[in-house]
């Protein structure tokens, strides 16, 4: 089954971010409280005006769930907002058909969780 990894909502305070660092590569398998990507969190205007904190907010995406990353969509350095696909996972079983627009519309999320500490 394909899933999909989009950025995550993290809180009230971040809008998105951007793809510092991959720790998984296409074809890898996914385990369980892997970490899989390294991102700076873009600040609302609303918080930055309050917080006088320009940014950026940085956090790891952590697998809650396992299987093949098939493909990565957000390369390094790129910006995203929540909810933009980031890449596209397996879940276990059997292979399926390269990943074409039509079999994403029908995939599941992957789980995650934001790690906020060690950043």
Known sequence: MILK??????NRIVSGGQIIKWHKKEGD?????????????????????ESRRPG?????????????LKAIR?????RHAEGALLAVLESSGT?????????LESASRFRVTVNLSNH
């Open 29 to 49: 398998w996914v385990n369980y409280g892997d970490l899989l990507v390294d991102v700076h969190g873009e600040l609302t205007e609303e918080f930055k005006q």
């Open 56 to 68: 950026p907010y940085p956090f790891g995406i952590v697998s809650s769930d396992r299987g093949t």
């Open 95 to 103: 292979p399926s058909d390269p990943v074409d627009d039509a079999s």
């Open 5 to 10: 990894l989009e950025m995550p909502p993290v």
């Open 74 to 78: 957000a390369v390094e350095g790129s």
